[in-house]
């Protein structure tokens, strides 16, 4: 994952992306659009809009209603949980649940 395409990530995105995995280390499952709205707050159109722009991007996909990581979405939320989210208690959680563990501990 280059730094340069994780610079590319506008902050509403990776609010989204983050949001995903915090409802994935609460519930141990990944969320659904109107779920995943209701944990962030916000309207379920500006949900959906961010959900199709991460689709679009590669970074999400949308299976029975639930939306999980590709694989290009792993390699980016590794790569963010081991730099820029690496003191996020959530995030390194679910990260371990994904089989990363110990992202933050690696860089360090």
Same mark, same amino acid.
């Not at 994952?1 to 509403?12: D, G, I, N, R």
């Not at 679009?56 to 290009?72: A, C, D, I, W």
């Not at 996020?88 to 649940?97: H, I, M, N, S, T």
């Given at each position: 994952?280059? @730094?340069?395409? @994780? !610079?590319? &990530? +506008? !902050? /509403?995105r990776q609010e989204t992306l983050k949001a995903l995995l915090a409802f994935l280390a609460r519930e141990g499952r990944f969320p659904t659009g109107q779920e995943l709205a209701g944990t962030m707050g916000i309207n379920p159109d500006s949900v959906?809009? *961010?959900l199709r722009a991460l689709s *679009? #991007? $590669? @970074?999400?996909? *949308?299976? $029975? $209603? %639930?939306? +999980? &990581? +590709? #694989?290009?979405g792993l390699a980016t939320v590794q790569a963010l949980g081991s730099s820029v989210w690496r003191d996020? #208690? #959530? %995030?390194? /959680? !679910? &990260? *371990? @649940?994904l089989g990363y563990g110990g992202a933050a501990e690696d860089k360090r």
């Open positions: 994952m280059t @730094l340069s395409f @994780l !610079a590319s &990530l +506008t !902050a /509403k959906w809009y *961010r *679009r #991007e $590669g @970074l999400v996909s *949308r299976k $029975g $209603g %639930v939306y +999980t &990581l +590709t #694989e290009k996020d #208690e #959530e %995030v390194q /959680k !679910a &990260l *371990r @649940l």
